[in-house]
């Protein structure tokens, strides 16, 4: 199995709603990355977990809570998210030393 | 944030040009990536690159690393309406060590004409 996969394809949510993203990956690749892009902009690093632990954030709003249950699999849970929150939201993985990082086909978020 | 700089910005061609496009960079970088990016997809990895000189191919594709270690040059030959899409640098500058922030260029929009 060599791709990244992410549920769901498409989110729509209001403002008050709880909602997850998921990512996941067997190719026993040990980092995970969450990006956020906007249309016709290169993508913009979120959250980085490495071997299941949080080691970079770049100040994102607390709203974005993400979580690593194990080496498989990524979440990012969001909570009163803002109109401005919209985007396609991608997750990736790279194995521990490579710089190589490998997309999903990302979730096209909607915030009404 | 630091950025790369990738030209062209856009690029209208006919089936069977070649193209080329680079990105450049005021430091010094150690590994250069290469994307492609469809509508509503993820990008997808073309080419890696790890050595000043380095000169790698996928079919049509060929990317080299620049000498100066602060560019980096894609092109693409015979091009076909499949090539559409937006095409992203990515790199990893000198003493990034662990950290694994890549930074990207702005992305080329190459359309091909049939």
């Known amino acids: 199995d060599t791709e990244v996969t992410q549920t769901p394809k498409h989110l729509v949510m209001g403002m008050t709603n709880k909602k997850s993203l998921k990512c996941e990956q067997h190719m026993g690749h040990r980092a995970m990355y969450w990006y956020k892009q906007k249309a016709k902009k290169p993508p913009e690093l979120m959250f980085v977990?490495?071997?299941?632990?949080?080691?970079i954030n770049e100040s994102v709003p607390s709203r974005f809570s993400p979580e690593c249950p194990n080496s498989s699999l990524l979440n990012l849970h969001l909570h009163a998210l803002q109109p401005e929150d919209s985007a396609l939201y991608l997750c990736?993985?790279?194995?521990?030393?490579?710089?190589?990082?490998?997309f999903g086909p990302g979730t096209r978020l909607t915030v009404l | 944030g630091q950025q790369l700089n990738q030209s062209p910005q856009s690029m209208f061609i006919q089936e069977g040009e070649d193209v080329s496009m680079n990105c450049t960079s005021s430091s010094i970088f150690n590994t250069w990536l290469w994307y492609k990016q469809e509508p509503g997809e993820g990008p997808v990895l073309l080419i890696a690159?790890?050595?000043a000189g380095e000169l790698t191919s996928n079919g049509r594709l060929t990317a080299q690393f620049g000498i100066t270690r602060k560019d980096s040059f894609l092109n693409i030959s015979a091009s076909i309406p499949s090539d559409v899409g937006i095409y992203f640098c990515a790199g990893l500058p000198l003493g990034a060590g662990n950290n694994r922030k890549l930074i990207w260029g702005l992305g080329t929009s190459l359309a091909v004409n049939p």
């Open positions: 990736a993985s790279s194995q521990g030393v490579r710089p190589e990082q490998f």
């Open positions: 977990y490495s071997y299941e632990k949080l080691s």
């Open positions: 690159l790890y050595k």
